[in-house]
Protein backbone atom coordinates (compact mmCIF):
# COMPACT_ATOMS: atom_id res chain seq x y z
CA UNK A 1 0.00 0.00 0.00
CA UNK A 2 3.04 2.30 0.55
CA UNK A 3 3.80 1.97 -2.60
CA UNK A 4 0.82 3.00 -4.01
CA UNK A 5 0.55 6.23 -1.96
CA UNK A 6 3.92 7.21 -2.87
CA UNK A 7 2.84 6.98 -6.88
CA UNK A 8 -0.63 8.72 -5.61
CA UNK A 9 1.97 12.06 -4.10
CA UNK A 10 4.63 11.83 -7.21
CA UNK A 11 1.72 11.78 -9.88
CA UNK A 12 -0.46 14.64 -7.07
CA UNK A 13 2.26 16.98 -7.16
CA UNK A 14 3.52 17.80 -10.17
CA UNK A 15 2.33 20.89 -12.77
CA UNK A 16 3.88 23.45 -15.18
CA UNK A 17 3.69 26.80 -15.35
CA UNK A 18 5.10 29.07 -17.85
CA UNK A 19 4.21 32.70 -17.18
CA UNK A 20 6.53 35.66 -15.60
CA UNK A 21 5.47 38.95 -14.11
CA UNK A 22 7.44 41.97 -12.40
CA UNK A 23 6.88 42.85 -8.78
CA UNK A 24 5.84 46.20 -8.27
CA UNK A 25 3.84 46.15 -4.63
CA UNK A 26 1.83 49.43 -3.15
CA UNK A 27 -0.44 49.41 -0.24
CA UNK A 28 -3.84 48.79 -0.85
CA UNK A 29 -6.81 49.46 1.24
CA UNK A 30 -9.84 47.13 0.80
CA UNK A 31 -13.56 48.24 -0.56
CA UNK A 32 -14.11 52.01 -0.68
CA UNK A 33 -17.82 52.10 -0.67
CA UNK A 34 -18.97 55.21 0.61
CA UNK A 35 -22.45 53.69 2.06
CA UNK A 36 -20.75 50.86 4.01
CA UNK A 37 -20.56 52.54 7.19
CA UNK A 38 -24.01 53.40 7.41
CA UNK A 39 -24.89 49.90 6.86
CA UNK A 40 -26.22 48.08 10.20
CA UNK A 41 -25.62 44.10 10.18
CA UNK A 42 -29.14 41.71 10.73
CA UNK A 43 -29.06 40.21 14.10
CA UNK A 44 -27.70 36.82 13.21
CA UNK A 45 -24.94 37.90 11.00
CA UNK A 46 -21.76 38.22 13.20
CA UNK A 47 -19.56 41.51 13.13
CA UNK A 48 -15.65 40.69 12.13
CA UNK A 49 -14.61 42.39 15.15
CA UNK A 50 -16.23 39.08 17.42
CA UNK A 51 -14.90 36.58 15.31
CA UNK A 52 -12.11 34.45 16.43
CA UNK A 53 -10.36 32.03 15.58
CA UNK A 54 -10.86 28.90 17.85
CA UNK A 55 -9.71 25.79 15.99
CA UNK A 56 -5.76 26.67 16.72
CA UNK A 57 -4.16 23.74 18.51
CA UNK A 58 -0.93 24.84 19.86
CA UNK A 59 0.56 28.44 20.37
CA UNK A 60 3.89 27.77 19.30
CA UNK A 61 4.86 25.05 16.40
CA UNK A 62 8.27 23.73 16.22
CA UNK A 63 9.49 24.17 12.59
CA UNK A 64 12.62 21.44 12.35
CA UNK A 65 12.37 21.39 8.55
CA UNK A 66 15.34 24.49 7.93
CA UNK A 67 19.09 23.76 8.89
CA UNK A 68 18.49 25.92 12.00
CA UNK A 69 15.71 24.78 14.04
CA UNK A 70 13.48 28.04 15.16
CA UNK A 71 9.91 28.75 16.63
CA UNK A 72 7.34 30.29 14.86
CA UNK A 73 4.56 31.74 16.82
CA UNK A 74 1.76 30.37 14.48
CA UNK A 75 -1.24 31.27 16.79
CA UNK A 76 -0.13 34.79 16.68
CA UNK A 77 0.24 34.73 12.84
CA UNK A 78 -3.23 33.29 12.11
CA UNK A 79 -5.20 35.55 14.47
CA UNK A 80 -3.19 38.44 13.32
CA UNK A 81 -3.86 37.60 9.84
CA UNK A 82 -7.44 36.39 10.57
CA UNK A 83 -8.36 39.98 11.78
CA UNK A 84 -7.39 41.23 8.93
CA UNK A 85 -9.06 38.91 6.69
CA UNK A 86 -12.34 39.44 8.69
CA UNK A 87 -12.40 43.13 8.47
CA UNK A 88 -11.78 42.53 4.42
CA UNK A 89 -14.76 40.49 3.97
CA UNK A 90 -17.23 42.49 5.95
CA UNK A 91 -16.27 45.45 3.85
CA UNK A 92 -16.82 43.21 0.86
CA UNK A 93 -20.23 42.62 1.56
CA UNK A 94 -22.19 45.33 3.10
CA UNK A 95 -25.67 45.23 3.87
CA UNK A 96 -27.78 47.40 0.76
CA UNK A 97 -30.82 46.39 -1.39
CA UNK A 98 -31.72 43.68 -1.68
CA UNK A 99 -31.39 43.71 1.58
CA UNK A 100 -32.50 39.63 2.32
CA UNK A 101 -29.51 38.24 -0.21
CA UNK A 102 -27.10 40.06 1.24
CA UNK A 103 -28.06 38.97 5.31
CA UNK A 104 -27.60 35.74 3.86
CA UNK A 105 -24.35 36.34 1.88
CA UNK A 106 -23.01 37.86 5.30
CA UNK A 107 -24.40 35.26 7.90
CA UNK A 108 -22.08 32.39 6.10
CA UNK A 109 -19.41 34.54 4.84
CA UNK A 110 -18.75 36.02 8.72
CA UNK A 111 -19.54 33.01 10.42
CA UNK A 112 -16.21 31.98 11.67
CA UNK A 113 -13.82 29.49 9.69
CA UNK A 114 -10.32 28.75 10.04
CA UNK A 115 -9.78 31.44 6.97
CA UNK A 116 -6.76 28.49 5.56
CA UNK A 117 -7.40 29.36 2.06
CA UNK A 118 -6.76 33.64 2.12
CA UNK A 119 -3.79 33.01 5.06
CA UNK A 120 -2.29 30.50 2.43
CA UNK A 121 -2.94 33.71 -0.35
CA UNK A 122 -1.28 36.27 2.10
CA UNK A 123 2.02 34.04 2.86
CA UNK A 124 2.57 32.98 -0.62
CA UNK A 125 2.52 36.67 -1.05
CA UNK A 126 4.42 37.37 1.23
CA UNK A 127 7.07 35.12 0.63
CA UNK A 128 8.35 36.54 -2.39
CA UNK A 129 8.51 39.73 -0.93
CA UNK A 130 4.64 41.14 -1.46
CA UNK A 131 2.33 43.02 1.15
CA UNK A 132 -0.69 41.55 2.74
CA UNK A 133 -2.44 44.86 1.35
CA UNK A 134 -1.58 43.59 -2.23
CA UNK A 135 -2.77 39.76 -2.03
CA UNK A 136 -6.08 41.05 0.28
CA UNK A 137 -8.28 41.21 -2.76
CA UNK A 138 -7.63 37.83 -3.53
CA UNK A 139 -7.63 36.48 0.02
CA UNK A 140 -11.56 37.12 0.14
CA UNK A 141 -12.15 35.78 -3.15
CA UNK A 142 -10.96 32.80 -2.29
CA UNK A 143 -12.70 32.21 0.97
CA UNK A 144 -15.83 34.06 -0.85
CA UNK A 145 -15.72 31.00 -3.21
CA UNK A 146 -14.67 28.00 0.14
CA UNK A 147 -18.47 29.57 1.74
CA UNK A 148 -20.35 29.50 -1.57
CA UNK A 149 -19.51 25.92 -2.30
CA UNK A 150 -20.19 25.39 1.46
CA UNK A 151 -23.72 27.21 1.04
CA UNK A 152 -24.11 24.60 -2.16
CA UNK A 153 -22.65 21.92 -0.64
CA UNK A 154 -24.98 21.66 2.26
CA UNK A 155 -28.39 22.01 -0.08
CA UNK A 156 -30.68 19.45 0.01
CA UNK A 157 -30.07 18.08 -3.11
CA UNK A 158 -26.59 17.55 -2.17
CA UNK A 159 -25.00 16.89 1.06
CA UNK A 160 -28.27 17.51 2.71
CA UNK A 161 -26.35 19.26 5.78
CA UNK A 162 -28.41 21.30 8.81
CA UNK A 163 -25.29 22.47 10.83
CA UNK A 164 -21.75 24.67 9.27
CA UNK A 165 -19.35 25.72 11.72
CA UNK A 166 -21.33 25.32 14.42
CA UNK A 167 -24.23 26.99 13.16
CA UNK A 168 -27.66 26.40 11.13
CA UNK A 169 -26.98 26.11 7.47
CA UNK A 170 -27.57 29.06 5.11
CA UNK A 171 -30.83 27.35 2.94
CA UNK A 172 -31.80 26.31 7.30
CA UNK A 173 -31.95 29.93 7.63
CA UNK A 174 -32.79 31.71 4.49
CA UNK A 175 -34.35 28.70 2.80
CA UNK A 176 -32.89 26.65 -0.69
CA UNK A 177 -33.67 29.54 -3.00
CA UNK A 178 -32.08 32.45 -1.23
CA UNK A 179 -28.69 30.00 -0.67
CA UNK A 180 -28.10 29.18 -4.13
CA UNK A 181 -28.62 32.79 -5.42
CA UNK A 182 -26.50 34.24 -2.07
CA UNK A 183 -23.79 31.90 -3.28
CA UNK A 184 -23.74 32.40 -6.84
CA UNK A 185 -23.48 36.21 -5.73
CA UNK A 186 -20.65 35.49 -4.07
CA UNK A 187 -19.15 33.60 -7.19
CA UNK A 188 -19.64 37.13 -9.03
CA UNK A 189 -18.54 38.80 -6.56
CA UNK A 190 -15.54 37.32 -6.16
CA UNK A 191 -14.30 36.70 -9.45
CA UNK A 192 -14.83 39.19 -11.67
CA UNK A 193 -15.02 42.08 -9.18
CA UNK A 194 -13.12 41.64 -6.13
CA UNK A 195 -9.77 40.28 -7.84
CA UNK A 196 -10.80 42.49 -10.95
CA UNK A 197 -10.94 46.19 -9.28
CA UNK A 198 -9.71 45.57 -6.14
CA UNK A 199 -6.22 44.43 -6.85
CA UNK A 200 -3.46 47.21 -6.43
CA UNK A 201 0.47 47.83 -6.99
CA UNK A 202 0.42 45.05 -9.29
CA UNK A 203 0.73 44.79 -13.50
CA UNK A 204 -2.29 44.12 -15.46
CA UNK A 205 -0.80 40.83 -16.60
CA UNK A 206 -0.21 39.48 -12.89
CA UNK A 207 -4.01 40.69 -12.20
CA UNK A 208 -5.02 38.84 -15.34
CA UNK A 209 -3.18 35.43 -14.47
CA UNK A 210 -4.74 35.31 -10.98
CA UNK A 211 -8.69 35.45 -12.50
CA UNK A 212 -7.23 32.87 -15.44
CA UNK A 213 -5.89 30.62 -12.13
CA UNK A 214 -9.06 31.65 -10.29
CA UNK A 215 -11.24 30.63 -12.95
CA UNK A 216 -9.86 27.11 -13.50
CA UNK A 217 -9.67 26.37 -9.61
CA UNK A 218 -13.50 26.49 -9.60
CA UNK A 219 -14.92 25.84 -12.90
CA UNK A 220 -15.08 21.97 -14.78
CA UNK A 221 -11.78 21.45 -14.35
CA UNK A 222 -11.84 22.04 -10.55
CA UNK A 223 -14.34 22.58 -7.95
CA UNK A 224 -16.73 21.76 -10.38
CA UNK A 225 -15.57 18.29 -11.70
CA UNK A 226 -14.60 17.30 -8.11
CA UNK A 227 -18.21 18.12 -7.37
CA UNK A 228 -19.72 16.39 -10.07
CA UNK A 229 -17.66 13.00 -9.65
CA UNK A 230 -18.43 12.76 -6.23
CA UNK A 231 -22.43 13.27 -6.40
CA UNK A 232 -22.09 10.79 -8.91
CA UNK A 233 -20.30 8.38 -7.13
CA UNK A 234 -21.96 7.61 -4.13
CA UNK A 235 -22.88 4.51 -3.38
CA UNK A 236 -20.19 3.27 -6.34
CA UNK A 237 -18.13 0.23 -4.74
CA UNK A 238 -15.80 0.15 -7.56
CA UNK A 239 -14.29 3.32 -6.76
CA UNK A 240 -10.69 3.60 -6.32
CA UNK A 241 -7.82 5.28 -4.97
CA UNK A 242 -7.45 7.58 -8.44
CA UNK A 243 -11.26 8.09 -8.65
CA UNK A 244 -10.80 8.80 -5.02
CA UNK A 245 -7.59 11.20 -5.66
CA UNK A 246 -9.63 12.75 -8.64
CA UNK A 247 -12.49 13.93 -6.44
CA UNK A 248 -10.30 15.36 -4.00
CA UNK A 249 -7.73 17.05 -6.10
CA UNK A 250 -10.14 18.81 -7.78
CA UNK A 251 -12.83 19.50 -5.10
CA UNK A 252 -10.72 20.39 -2.41
CA UNK A 253 -6.78 20.65 -3.06
CA UNK A 254 -7.92 22.85 -6.58
CA UNK A 255 -8.50 26.08 -4.59
CA UNK A 256 -5.95 25.58 -1.98
CA UNK A 257 -3.69 25.34 -5.14
CA UNK A 258 -5.17 28.53 -6.77
CA UNK A 259 -4.86 30.12 -2.99
CA UNK A 260 -1.30 29.92 -3.09
CA UNK A 261 -0.60 30.45 -6.62
CA UNK A 262 -2.58 33.33 -6.59
CA UNK A 263 -0.49 34.83 -3.52
CA UNK A 264 2.74 33.60 -5.51
CA UNK A 265 2.01 35.39 -9.11
CA UNK A 266 0.85 38.90 -6.99
CA UNK A 267 4.11 38.45 -5.04
CA UNK A 268 6.24 38.72 -8.11
CA UNK A 269 7.70 34.99 -7.76
CA UNK A 270 9.54 34.08 -11.48
CA UNK A 271 8.23 30.39 -13.29
CA UNK A 272 10.42 28.19 -10.90
CA UNK A 273 9.11 29.53 -7.90
CA UNK A 274 5.70 29.34 -8.80
CA UNK A 275 5.89 25.47 -9.45
CA UNK A 276 7.34 24.70 -6.16
CA UNK A 277 4.92 26.41 -3.75
CA UNK A 278 2.37 25.01 -6.47
CA UNK A 279 3.34 21.42 -6.18
CA UNK A 280 3.28 22.51 -2.07
CA UNK A 281 -0.08 23.34 -2.21
CA UNK A 282 -1.25 20.03 -4.12
CA UNK A 283 0.00 18.41 -1.46
CA UNK A 284 -1.82 20.28 1.14
CA UNK A 285 -4.83 20.34 -0.68
CA UNK A 286 -5.37 16.68 -0.25
CA UNK A 287 -3.70 16.09 3.23
CA UNK A 288 -6.46 18.48 3.87
CA UNK A 289 -9.20 15.93 2.35
CA UNK A 290 -7.20 13.18 3.65
CA UNK A 291 -7.48 14.27 7.47
CA UNK A 292 -11.13 15.73 6.92
CA UNK A 293 -12.01 12.32 6.33
CA UNK A 294 -9.98 10.91 9.28
CA UNK A 295 -11.94 13.52 11.19
CA UNK A 296 -15.26 12.61 10.13
CA UNK A 297 -15.19 9.28 11.62
CA UNK A 298 -13.51 10.10 14.90
CA UNK A 299 -14.64 13.17 16.04
CA UNK A 300 -18.40 14.57 16.95
CA UNK A 301 -20.77 16.78 15.62
CA UNK A 302 -19.93 19.40 18.26
CA UNK A 303 -15.97 19.36 18.05
CA UNK A 304 -16.26 19.48 14.55
CA UNK A 305 -18.39 22.34 13.97
CA UNK A 306 -20.69 20.09 11.16
CA UNK A 307 -22.24 16.77 11.09
CA UNK A 308 -20.32 13.89 11.59
CA UNK A 309 -20.42 10.71 10.06
CA UNK A 310 -22.14 12.19 7.13
CA UNK A 311 -19.74 10.56 4.18
CA UNK A 312 -20.73 6.87 5.91
CA UNK A 313 -24.10 7.59 6.23
CA UNK A 314 -24.25 8.71 2.68
CA UNK A 315 -21.98 5.93 1.46
CA UNK A 316 -19.31 7.92 0.43
CA UNK A 317 -15.83 6.59 -0.43
CA UNK A 318 -13.10 8.22 1.87
CA UNK A 319 -9.50 7.23 2.55
CA UNK A 320 -10.40 5.57 5.48
CA UNK A 321 -12.85 3.37 4.21
CA UNK A 322 -10.23 2.33 1.32
CA UNK A 323 -7.41 1.80 3.32
CA UNK A 324 -8.28 2.12 6.59
CA UNK A 325 -7.12 4.82 9.36
CA UNK A 326 -3.81 4.49 9.84
CA UNK A 327 -2.98 3.87 6.57
CA UNK A 328 -4.63 7.34 5.68
CA UNK A 329 -2.62 8.95 8.72
CA UNK A 330 0.55 7.54 7.32
CA UNK A 331 -0.84 8.87 3.71
CA UNK A 332 -1.25 12.44 5.50
CA UNK A 333 2.14 12.23 6.94
CA UNK A 334 4.01 11.79 3.54
CA UNK A 335 1.90 14.33 2.46
CA UNK A 336 3.21 16.95 4.94
CA UNK A 337 6.82 15.99 4.66
CA UNK A 338 6.43 16.54 0.77
CA UNK A 339 4.96 19.55 0.94
CA UNK A 340 7.30 20.93 3.19
CA UNK A 341 10.34 19.99 0.40
CA UNK A 342 9.03 21.85 -1.81
CA UNK A 343 9.82 25.08 0.16
CA UNK A 344 13.65 23.95 0.82
CA UNK A 345 15.65 26.77 -0.52
CA UNK A 346 13.64 29.73 0.32
CA UNK A 347 13.88 31.77 3.16
CA UNK A 348 13.74 30.14 6.28
CA UNK A 349 11.61 32.97 8.04
CA UNK A 350 9.15 33.48 5.16
CA UNK A 351 8.51 29.85 4.69
CA UNK A 352 7.50 29.62 8.15
CA UNK A 353 4.00 30.54 7.87
CA UNK A 354 3.78 27.89 5.30
CA UNK A 355 5.59 25.46 6.96
CA UNK A 356 3.25 25.89 10.11
CA UNK A 357 0.59 25.23 7.86
CA UNK A 358 1.26 22.20 6.76
CA UNK A 359 2.23 21.29 10.17
CA UNK A 360 -1.33 22.88 11.74
CA UNK A 361 -3.55 20.88 8.60
CA UNK A 362 -1.90 17.29 9.37
CA UNK A 363 -2.98 18.11 13.05
CA UNK A 364 -6.06 20.02 13.41
CA UNK A 365 -8.97 18.37 15.34
CA UNK A 366 -11.92 20.56 13.15
Not at 161 to 188: C, F, I, Q, W
Not at 189 to 196: E, G, Q, R, Y
Not at 199 to 212: A, F
Amino acid sequence: MASVMNLSITHFCSSHLKQKSPNKLVFHGLNSNPNFSKSKPPQNVIPYSSLSISSVQTTKIVMDSSPTPSTFDFKSYMLEKAISVNKALDASVSLQEPVKIHESMRYSLLAGGKRVRPLLSIAACELFGGHEAVAMPSACAVEMIHTMSLMHDDLPFMDNDDLRRGKPTNHKVYGESVAVLAGDAMLALAAFHLVATETRGVSSDQVVRVIVELAKAIGAEGLVAGQIVDVCSEGDPNLGLEDLEFIHRSKTAALLEGSVVMGAILGGANDEEVEKVRKYARCIGLLFQVVDDILDVTKSSKELGKTAGKDLVADKTTYPKLIGIEKSREFSDELKREAIDQLAGFNSDKTAPLIAMANYIANRDN
